[in-house]
């Protein structure tokens, strides 16, 4: 069982930064792959950004690609999404999650262990 705690959410305007955490606890991470999924009122949980056990291979939606930056520290067990040049159509519930292997995924089905999201909103 790993239990998933999202930080660092907040209001900020169009072209600031934010950066988020999700600790990890219950069970080292350092063996398995994370992912950030995001959640906007009335749709459905898209993928944002995933990063492979080393921190080495990381992936990222078309969307969000040369803004957001992921990554960990095994050490903490903790993954990070750095959060640039943000803008109004990045609002949404961001929401951290485990998959219980090697492998980077960008579905939200394979994924084992999710945290409870903390709220981005990005003003105008």
């Known amino acids: 069982q790993v239990q998933l705690v999202e930080s660092g959410g907040g209001l900020v305007q169009a072209g600031g930064s934010l950066r988020l955490s999700c600790a990890a606890s219950g069970r080292t991470i350092s063996s398995y792959a994370m992912g950030w999924f995001r959640q906007a009122p009335g749709k459905e949980r898209e993928f944002v950004a995933a990063i492979g056990w080393s921190g080495l291979s990381t992936y990222y939606a078309a969307s969000v690609k040369g803004r957001l930056t992921i990554s960990r520290d095994n050490a903490k067990n903790t993954v990070y999404l750095q959060m640039n040049s943000l803008k109004p159509e990045d609002t949404a519930v961001y929401y951290c999650?485990?998959?219980?292997?090697?492998?980077?995924?960008?579905?939200?089905?394979?994924?084992?262990?999710w945290g409870q999201g903390t709220q981005v909103t990005v003003s105008s």
């Open positions: 999650a485990v998959r219980m292997t090697l492998a980077i995924a960008t579905t939200p089905g394979e994924y084992d262990y």
